[in-house]
T-cell receptor
Framework: QKEVEQNSGPLSVPEGAIASLNCTYSDRGSQSFFWYRQYSGKSPELIMFIYSNGDKEDGRFTAQLNKASQYVSLLIRDSQPSDSATYLCAVNRRDSGYGNKLVFGAGTILRVKS | NAGVTQTPKFRILKIGQSMTLQCAQDMNHNYMYWYRQDPGMGLKLIYYSVGAGITDKGEVPNGYNVSRSTTEDFPLRLELAAPSQTSVYFC???????????FGPGTRLTVL
């Protein structure tokens, strides 16, 4: 089992629809969860982070966390063609050494069709 | 405020050559990281540092070395380049291990 799993997609949604991106993780002790967006040929940029169970909203984006099910998701409302990108889920893993490490999923490709 | 900068942007190496990828940040972050990203894959941690003089291995350290003599700079050294090291390399920094990581623009390396 991979530490952080995402459906590779592509997930295709029409413009204006809700895009739902999902991620599961294996370390029950993980406390911090991040969603990064990566455009083709560019570096990842942070979209959302969430630490507590429940929902966290920021504009058109909502992150949802369920630690009991080890599941984190990202909802994008009113999807726009500019949202077309790869979305990387990252989970903080307890580790030996000097502290926690971020473990990244392989990413989900999102395509928003106009 | 430039954030995280990386040089070079692109490089082609021959098998067996060596090179250093440069990374610098101006946010006074103690934590810095090197990742590699292969096509269709997530980011794999190569090495990280928690401050000047302190580094540790990540998931995929073989074939690489790092040093951290200042807070700002975190170079990655490739010795005896191999085709398996063809990848995109990202440097990142953060205030703490549980906070957002800021990424540089990446270096695309091809080993032929």
């Amino acid at each position: 089992q991979k530490e952080v799993e995402q459906n590779s997609g592509p997930l295709s949604v029409p413009e204006g629809a809700i895009a739902s991106l999902n991620c599961t993780y294996s370390d029950r002790g993980s406390q911090s969860f991040f969603w990064y967006r990566q455009y083709s040929g560019k570096s990842p940029e942070l979209i959302m982070f969430i630490y507590s169970n429940g929902d966290k909203e920021d504009g058109r984006f909502t992150a949802q966390l369920n630690k009991a099910s080890q599941y984190v998701s990202l909802l994008i409302r009113d999807s726009q063609p500019s949202d077309s990108a790869t979305y990387l889920c990252a989970v903080n893993r307890r580790d030996s050494g000097y502290g926690n490490k971020l473990v990244f999923g392989a990413g989900t490709i999102l395509r928003v069709k106009s | 405020n430039a954030g995280v900068t990386q040089t070079p942007k692109f490089r082609i190496l021959k098998i067996g050559q060596s090179m250093t990828l440069q990374c610098a940040q101006d946010m006074n972050h103690n934590y810095m990281y090197w990742y590699r990203q292969d096509p269709g894959m997530g980011l794999k941690l190569i090495y990280y540092s928690v401050g000047a003089g302190i580094t540790d291995k990540g998931e995929v350290p073989n074939g690489y070395n790092v040093s951290r003599s200042t807070t700002e700079d975190f170079p990655l050294r490739l010795e005896l380049a191999a085709p398996s090291q063809t990848s995109v390399y990202f440097c990142a920094s953060s205030y703490s291990p549980d906070n957002e990581q800021f990424f540089g623009p990446g270096t695309r390396l091809t080993v032929l």
